[in-house]
């Protein structure tokens, strides 16, 4: 056998090898069958949507970990309806008894600063946006209407975790208001943006990192601080709660009706994240806590993982991200977070608990419970509700 006869017989058993060794995008059942398992763990844990949790203290369950959580049942619910799902009933009545219990307030009521307090009206108002029943909409509105009347609001989320749990909010308000004929309907996520321009380029001398593209959770962690291994510090859920509020900021967005300012802002900053998460993923597809030190509490963890493949998988769906680059990183991350996260019962393990930075709430392991069992939760099935819409 001559030389070149044998080199073309090699690239081709070695291209079969690879493609017989590619993952597989997953059949939408399982996908949904994943995403419902751990939904019906939690219900049954927590039968009474409106009661109070209890970490170490009593809290309403208006508060934003049970915000997040509703944010991912409510696109599970999505899907359920178009499926004809005989869990859609229940999971949805859930959202409203939830809301109901809290008459349709946020934490603190309608004077609250934290973005924190007011996370829980991202699924309030599209809630609304089904039912039209303004109970649902008019806490939060007026909550948004006195944080626009108060320009010192303009400072207020001096951590990142706000952006995910404020923004989607402002522009959520300004697409119902631009369908129901106002013509001032810009206001709310005109004032989004400039919440997220201080945060992005004052706060802390601005907590966004442009040449790298990701973001320091707070300025407690803007250098000289540094990584046990000399790098910055990029906490993996502090920049997926940005990731996901960019998604949810530009769906909105381009759901409005002649509206689109700073979309291509927003998409810049997605493009560099994406970018830069590409880069510092994990082989078994998860990413670490610490996004640039794999020695500081190194490990697979969900929350932050959950929350780039909702990101990237919402990309692709929407012909941002190229699929073919993105759809193999899309399918191994969701297939490891299935793999190694869902226990038989619905539990998900590898969750990091509340905290801040890749040290909080540690060991993080597949029997660690964190504690709260709700947000992470939400994460899984905002990540799962993009990869079910994948097309094969």
Not at 131 to 139: A, F, G, N
Not at 141 to 157: A, F, H, K, V
Not at 358 to 379: H, K, M, N, T, Y
Request: hydrophobic content about 35%.
């Amino acid at each position: 056998m001559n030389i070149k006869r044998l080199t073309t017989l090699i690239a081709l058993f070695t291209i079969i090898i690879l493609a017989s060794s590619a993952q597989k995008l997953p059949k939408q059942e399982s996908i949904l069958n994943a995403m419902e398992l751990a939904n019906k763990h939690f219900i049954e844990k927590h039968p009474d949507a409106g009661a109070a949790t209890f970490v170490k203290k009593m809290r309403p369950s208006n508060l934003w970990t049970r915000g997040v959580y509703f944010e991912g049942l409510y696109e599970l619910t999505v899907i359920e309806k178009k499926v004809n799902s005989p869990l859609y009933d229940t999971n949805f009545k859930y959202i409203i008894d939830w809301g109901n219990a809290h008459e349709w307030f946020p934490r603190n009521g309608i004077k609250t600063r934290n973005a924190d307090d007011y996370c829980c009206g991202q699924t309030y108002l599209r809630i609304y946006s089904q039912i039209k029943d303004y109970v649902c909409l008019e806490p939060t509105m007026q909550c948004m209407d006195n944080t626009l009347r108060n320009r010192e609001s303009l400072s207020d989320w001096t951590w990142i975790d706000a952006i995910q749990m404020g923004l989607p909010v402002l522009t959520k308000l300004s697409q119902i208001k631009a369908t129901e004929g106002d013509e001032t309907f810009s206001r709310y996520a005109d004032w989004g943006w400039k919440m997220y321009a201080w945060t992005r380029n004052e706060e802390g001398g601005g907590l966004f990192n442009k040449e790298e593209g990701l973001w320091w959770r707070d300025k407690d962690f803007v250098p000289p601080y540094k990584e046990p291994n000399g790098k910055n510090c990029y906490w993996s859920r502090g920049n997926g709660w940005v990731y996901a509020a960019l998604v949810r900021a530009m769906q909105d967005i381009m759901d409005t009706p002649n509206y689109d300012s700073h979309l291509d802002d927003y998409k810049a900053d997605f493009l560099a994240m994406t970018e830069a998460l590409k880069k510092c993923q994990r082989k078994d597809g998860f990413w670490n806590v610490s996004l640039h030190d794999e020695s500081n509490f190194g490990g697979k963890e969900l929350t932050g993982t959950s929350l780039f493949l909702y990101g990237m998988a919402w990309g692709v769906n929407n012909g941002i991200l190229p699929k073919k680059e993105y759809q193999p990183i899309i399918i191994k991350t969701w297939n490891a977070l299935v793999k190694e996260c869902l226990h038989k019962d619905g539990t998900l393990g590898f969750v990091q608990g509340t905290g801040k930075q890749p040290s909080d709430s540690q060991p993080v392991a597949f029997d660690s419970e964190p504690d709260f069992d709700d947000f992470g939760l939400g994460c899984f099935l905002l990540a799962g509700s993009e990869v079910y819409k994948l097309k094969k």
